[in-house]
C-alpha cells in the first residue's frame, strides 16, 4: 500500500479518536500507538471500543474479522490501524 494511501487511513483514524473522545494522539509520543486503549494511559471503556469499532466500518466501508479482535489487535491504535489498513487493501484488491 502507497505512503498516500497509509496516511489518509491515518489521518482519518485520528478523526475518529478526535471527534468521538476528544482524544488527540499527535499530541502525544509514538509510544502511544501501541498502549492498550483501555488501559491506565488512554482509560477508554469496552463500549467506548464498540463506538470505535462501528465508526472505522463506516468511514471506510468494511469489514472487521471477529479473528482481530479475538486476537487483540483491535486494542490499540497501531493495532486498529494494521487491521484498517489490511482490509482496505484486501477491499481493493477484490
Partial sequence: MDNLMSDKIKERLLNIFNQRF??????????????????????LSARDLLYIYFDVKSQFNITIPQEEIANGKFITFGGIYDVVESQVKLKNIS
Fill in 22 to 43: 476528544n482524544i488527540d494522539f499527535t499530541k502525544w509520543d509514538k509510544d502511544y500507538y501501541t498502549k492498550n486503549l483501555l488501559g491506565e494511559d488512554i482509560k
